[in-house]
Nanobody, 127 residues
């Protein structure tokens, strides 16, 4: 198991920026990838960005390409999501996720690739 703790959410105006952080602890030695998902009220959870822990390949939803950047700090077992040019439609609870045992035949964009989930952090973008 991996414990994930998100931070960095808040309220910003459209066009502004936020950086989310997710610190992992526990069985991090077997962690193969991490990702960010989001869920707005009344909506289903959707993929935002993902990164392979070794190699660092990144993946993004079309809706955030060019605006969001995912990165990692291996020494700190922490993944970040830099969000720029925020839009009101980005408003959601953002969840950090870690994949432990899932094979890479499962896409990093697929929520089934992840075994552990954080508690979520609220991001609100005003118009």
């Amino acid at each position: 198991q991996v414990l994930l703790v998100e931070s960095g959410g808040g309220l910003v105006q459209a066009g502004g920026s936020l950086r989310l952080s997710c610190a992992a602890s526990g069985r991090t030695f077997s962690m193969n990838r991490m990702g960010w998902f989001r869920q707005a009220p009344g909506k289903e959870r959707e993929f935002v960005a993902g990164i392979r822990w070794i190699g660092g390949s990144t993946y993004y939803a079309d809706s955030v390409k060019g605006r969001f950047t995912i990165s990692r700090d291996n020494a700190k077992n922490t993944v970040y999501l830099q969000m720029n040019s925020l839009k009101p439609e980005d408003t959601a609870v953002y969840y950090c996720a870690a994949g432990i045992t899932s094979p890479f035949t499962i896409s990093t964009m697929n929520p089934h690739a992840y075994d552990n989930w954080g508690q979520g952090t609220q991001v609100t973008v005003s118009s």
